[in-house]
Each structure stands twice: as C-alpha cells, then as structure tokens.
C-alpha cells in the first residue's frame, strides 16, 4: 500500500519558536495532502487542505498566518507552526489520498508537539 | 454539517469474545465511509473502506455493514486477541469535493489476556 513517511515524530520546543513539520509521500504522487490536529483523546480535526502549486484551503477557525502550509512538490508537503505556543501542544498527522481508483486515506505517523 | 458519533466510547472485553463498535453520522448523502484503527502516539491504519452503493466489507477477522439510509455503520471484529487493542475511528466522506473526512470520536478498546 502507500506510504506517508512524517517527520518529526515528536518535537519539545519553547515558546516563541517555529516548528516545521515534513510529510512525505514515498511511493506515489499527491497533488493533495491533508493536515489534521488531535487533542488528547479526541478525533481528528482537519485543519487545513494542501495543494501542490497552489495555495492551501484552510478549514473555519484555522489561523493562516500561525500555521504556514507549503505544497511545493508532488511528494512533499510541509506545516510550519510560527511562534508557537503551550495551546498549539497537540498530534498533529498528514493524510494524502492513493493513486488509482482506490479512495483510501492514507496517513503519516504522526508528530507530537509539546511547547514549552 | 456532518457529524459522528462513536458508541461506545471505551470497550474493554477478555480476549477471544467479539467486538461490535458502532458509528452514526448525520448526513446521509455520503460517498463512503472508512475505519481506521490508531494506536497510541501514532498514525492511523485504514482498515476497510466501504463506497456509499455497498452494503458491507471484509478483511479476515474484521467486517463492517453500512446502513446508509439510517446513517449507521457497524464494524465487527470476530474472535478478539490483545493485539487488537487500539483506538477505532469511522470517518464519513461527504460533499462533491476532495477527500474530506469527517471522523467520529473513537472507540478505546481493550482486549485482555
């Protein structure tokens, strides 16, 4: 099956700095990646839609500005979270859809971001 | 607005006996509806994917039905064994654009020894 390849797994940072975080699709091409956020025993939330070439949609009550996407290849989106704080804590975990008829979702491994 | 609501929250049962967990959304004009499975600190695993014009799917030990006109999924897991404690989320594909996903809260379960 494909695969999402996501790093870092787990970033500690203090507050007021910047975290970027990489997914990667290995084996196949996506013009569309997606970026979820999950609390703490909650379900995923989309934050935003990214797409290669162009700029990225982002969902309702989701901060342009503090949470950067780039989408600058087929293989490779980037989230960047500028000046982070101790609320912006949180599994953050790509998605990109599979190549051919297949409709499937297939997701990184998510990272961990703990602001100090 | 679709939503979906996972029953029961948190399931704990011995291991050998099987699992029934249910998903409800509110939409029904969905095009299809996917489980995952997430175990802690990771990502999620596509389990079974079933499209909007079928009824059920199955992958060895696991089915899920779909109930589409009551805005029900049930996902059965025959025979449980401990590896098969993990968090289980059902995510429901709507509208005529993208792949946006909209999940419901998870089921915890617990298979024990």
């Known amino acids: 099956g494909a695969v999402v390849s996501q790093h870092p797994s787990r970033v500690i940072c203090k507050s007021g700095t910047s975290v970027k975080i990489e997914c990667r699709s290995l084996?196949?091409?996506?013009?569309?990646m997606f970026w979820y956020r999950q609390f703490p025993k909650q379900s995923l939330m989309l934050m935003a839609t990214s797409n290669e070439g162009s700029k990225a949609t982002y969902e309702q009550g989701v901060e342009k500005d503090k949470f950067l996407i780039n989408h600058a290849s087929l293989t490779l989106s980037t989230l960047t979270v500028t000046s982070a704080h101790p609320e912006d804590s949180s599994f953050y975990i790509c998605?990109?859809?599979?190549?051919?008829?297949?409709?499937?979702?297939?997701f990184g491994s998510g990272t961990q971001l703990s602001v100090l | 607005k679709q939503e979906v609501t996972q029953i029961p929250a948190a399931l704990s049962v011995p291991e050998g006996e099987n699992l029934v967990l249910n998903c409800s959304f509110t939409d029904s004009a969905i095009y299809n509806l996917q489980w995952f499975r997430q175990d802690p600190g990771k990502g999620l695993t596509s389990l079974l994917l079933i499209q909007s014009s079928q009824r059920e799917q199955t992958s060895g030990r696991l089915n899920a039905s779909l109930d589409k006109s009551s805005g029900r999924s049930t996902l059965y897991i025959a025979a449980s064994q401990p590896g098969d404690s993990a968090t289980y989320l059902c995510?429901?594909?709507?509208?005529?654009?993208?792949?946006?996903?909209?999940f419901g809260g998870g089921t915890r379960v617990l298979v024990k020894p």
């Open positions: 084996d196949f091409q996506a013009t569309t």
């Open positions: 995510a429901v594909r709507t509208g005529s654009a993208g792949n946006k996903l909209t």
């Open positions: 998605s990109a859809p599979g190549s051919g008829a297949s409709e499937k979702l297939f």
